[in-house]
């Protein structure tokens, strides 16, 4: 049965995606199912990239912060918050009424040397550290009390193995970093919902990692709301089933599931690694960017059907999966337009480089208009 619906719902989106079918709203269509929504830069916040604007107030009903609410942005040094990028990105969110993320508190990455070391550089002892932490958290999370409805607060604590990841918030405080972190988010806002945030936990060692995670937070009392999979997916991987059942094991425990980050890579790989490791880079060559000139009928017809069947699996799950969000607005806004190798010309999104609609934002609009037959079977 599962087969029968990807491949009607593949046929359909391909053919409508080409048939140029009269369009709504990415929010409209979606509304009875998940939120969706985009990761905003500095441009489109602020209103200097008028293109993303328009499509933003369109199209979505959600954002998330791509780099402004992460600590080196807010908290560059140990007496020093600067809020004004943050603040206006929030501002933007509660003038068009939409759902505003935090990403995110506690990560590995993007977070100032000075966090971990005292005046000399050397690391600093646990408990300076979750002096710091705490303070951070709960300066950050009580400024937007009420207008923030959701955090990142721990963002990729895990390796591939599922093993919890050897960052300096680990090997300083200690494991109880995590329980730590939602804490103190929960304490600094009691209404806010809070987030696990990782990427690949599609494979198995790694979400069965995430699993036993959430499942020990929740014994220590911590009211995880969601676990955001983050979705900076390849053309051929994770498969609609893989797809399919994590949203089923996270799930079980009684958490909503989102979508945090969807991108889709169609540029050929640079390395066989399916992580979303920022730290990974790799040299700028011809056959790496093949596509400078925008993306062929064919392979944009593929990246219809692949977000098609993806969205079909979203759409089946909508009980449980509480929000989509695209990494970015418009192809030419996307990180993977230098990652893992900087200077490609990536085509990850639902709108080209002039904000216009490629094939696959019509192949995901038809997700949600499934037959009633077909929707009654899912
Ligand atoms: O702010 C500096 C600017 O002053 C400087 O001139 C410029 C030139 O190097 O760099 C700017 O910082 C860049 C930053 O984005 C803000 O634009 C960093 O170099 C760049 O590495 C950083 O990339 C971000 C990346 O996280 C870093 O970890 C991407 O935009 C952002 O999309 C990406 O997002 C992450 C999520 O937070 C977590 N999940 C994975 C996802 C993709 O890596």
Redesign the pocket.
């Known amino acids: 049965m599962f087969m029968k619906i990807m491949t009607t719902v593949g046929i359909m989106g391909i053919f409508l995606a080409t048939s140029g079918f009269a369009q709504t709203t990415l929010k409209e269509a979606f509304k009875n199912d998940f939120l969706i929504g985009a990761?905003l830069?500095?441009a489109a916040f602020t209103g200097q990239n008028i293109n993303a604007v328009a499509l933003i107030k369109t199209q979505f009903n959600t954002i998330s912060p791509?780099?402004v609410l992460?600590w080196?942005?807010i908290h560059p040094k140990p007496d020093q918050y600067d809020f004004s990028a943050a603040d206006r990105y929030v501002e933007f969110g509660q003038k068009n009424k939409m759902f505003i993320v935090g990403?995110?508190l506690v990560?590995h990455?993007?977070t100032p040397k000075w966090v971990f070391q005292d005046d000399q550089g050397n690391p600093v002892d646990r408990d300076t550290l979750l002096k710091r932490m705490h303070k951070h958290i709960s300066t950050v999370v009580g400024r937007y009390k009420g207008k923030i409805g959701g955090w990142?607060v721990v963002?990729?604590a895990l390796n591939e193995d599922g093993t919890l990841r050897d960052s300096p918030w680990e090997k300083i405080i200690g494991e109880d970093y995590l329980l730590k972190a939602y804490q103190f988010a929960h304490e600094a806002d009691p209404q806010a919902e809070l987030y696990y945030?990782d990427?690949s936990l599609e494979n198995a060692p790694k979400q069965n990692g995430a699993v036993a995670l959430i499942k020990k937070l929740q014994a220590q009392g911590v009211p995880i709301t969601a676990v955001g999979l983050?979705g900076?997916y390849k053309m051929d991987w994770p498969g609609p089933q893989q797809v399919d059942a994590t949203i089923q094991a996270f799930s079980k425990l009684g958490v909503k599931v989102m979508i945090?980050?969807l991108d889709l890579d169609v540029l050929p790989p640079a390395t066989r690694s399916q992580a979303?490791?920022?730290s990974m880079n790799f040299a700028l060559q011809a056959k790496l960017n093949p596509y400078t000139n925008g993306l062929p009928d064919a392979v944009q017809q593929t990246l219809a059907k692949r977000y098609a069947d993806l969205f079909a699996v979203f759409v089946q799950h909508h009980d449980t999966i509480s929000r989509v969000t695209f990494?970015?607005v418009t192809d030419g806004d996307?990180?993977l337009n230098?990652?893992p190798v900087k200077g490609r010309a990536a085509h990850p999104l639902l709108f080209n480089r002039d904000g216009k609609p490629k094939p696959a934002f019509n192949a995901v609009i038809q997700t949600s208009k499934l037959p009633q037959d077909l929707q009654k079977l899912m």
């Open positions: 990761a830069n500095e791509e780099n992460k080196e942005s990403h995110t990560w990455n993007q990142d963002n990729e945030n990427y983050q900076h945090t980050e979303a490791e920022v990494w970015g996307s990180w230098n990652w």
